[in-house]
T-cell receptor, first 115, second 118 residues
Framework: AQKITQTQPGMFVQEKEAVTLDCTYDTSDPSYGLFWYKQPSSGEMIFLIYQGSYDQQNATEGRYSLNFQKARKSANLVISASQLGDSAMYFCAMRVNQGAQKLVFGQGTRLTINP | GAVVSQHPSWVICKSGTSVKIECRSLDFQATTMFWYRQFPKQSLMLMATSNEGSKATYEQGVEKDKFLINHASLTLSTLTVTSAHPEDSSFYIC??????????????FGPGTRLTVL
């Protein structure tokens, strides 16, 4: 079975600082993908970044980067130069690349950016 | 990315009534759609996977007779909450997959439907 664990229920960061949101995963499948989504108070799920299990380099998308440590089974999200608009819930998710290819979500981390 | 819509965005109903939620892929054909449920301050829990033209696959613990899913076309899936009760109040989110979309970001989420059962 696949499992995603996010151990930080809440994070508080000063504006313009960098922040790391933790995510560990568990799967026995060799082929999988890891996703990070942002969910503002409006409820929509906004895709941020993706990392494939066979990708050699860490994924980056603008201010977002993914610190992928395969041996440790961790996929932490790093947000550089945080902005007030970054305040939201953040979910880590995993998709195993076989069968129905369902997404399994972690519990989420509520990030609050303070001015 | 592709666009997925949901209708209605919010609904309030009386206990015992049935509510239908629509999920549409607007600019692509979705061979697979997923329905999630999210309680306040909790994560998304997958309820079922629906494939166009076939029966939905429900996750363990989800009552298929309570949550009826129909995926009659490549652009529309519906979730009907039958005989809704206050404990069914939740945020329901759908997502759609387009297998012809070659990017890894191939599951697109709708904006969600907030259901409140009085």
């Amino acid at each position: 079975a696949q499992k995603i664990t996010q151990t930080q229920p809440g994070m508080f960061v000063q504006e313009k600082e960098a922040v790391t949101l933790d995510c560990t995963y568990d799967t026995s499948d060799p082929s999988y993908g890891l996703f990070w989504y942002k969910q503002p108070s409006s409820g929509e799920m906004i895709f941020l970044i993706y990392q494939g299990s066979y990708d050699q380099q860490n994924a980056t998308e603008g201010r977002y980067s993914l610190n992928f440590q395969k041996a440790r089974k961790s996929a932490n999200l790093v947000i550089s130069a945080s902005q007030l608009g970054d305040s939201a819930m953040y979910f880590c998710a995993m998709r195993v690349n076989q069968g129905a290819q369902k997404l399994v979500f972690g519990q989420g981390t509520r990030l609050t950016i303070n001015p | 990315g592709a666009v997925v819509s949901q209708h209605p965005s919010w609904v309030i109903c009386k206990s015992g009534t049935s509510v239908k939620i629509e999920c549409r892929s607007l600019d692509f054909q979705a061979t697979t759609m997923f329905w999630y449920r999210q309680f306040p301050k909790q994560s998304l829990m997958l309820m079922a996977t629906s494939n166009e033209g076939s029966k939905a696959t429900y996750e363990q613990g989800v009552e298929k007779d309570k949550f009826l899913i129909n995926h009659a076309s490549l652009t529309l899936s519906t979730l009907t909450v039958t005989s809704a009760h206050p404990e069914d109040s939740s945020f329901y989110i759908c997502s759609a997959r387009d297998f012809s979309f070659r990017s890894y970001n191939e599951q697109f989420f709708g904006p969600g439907t907030r259901l409140t059962v009085l």
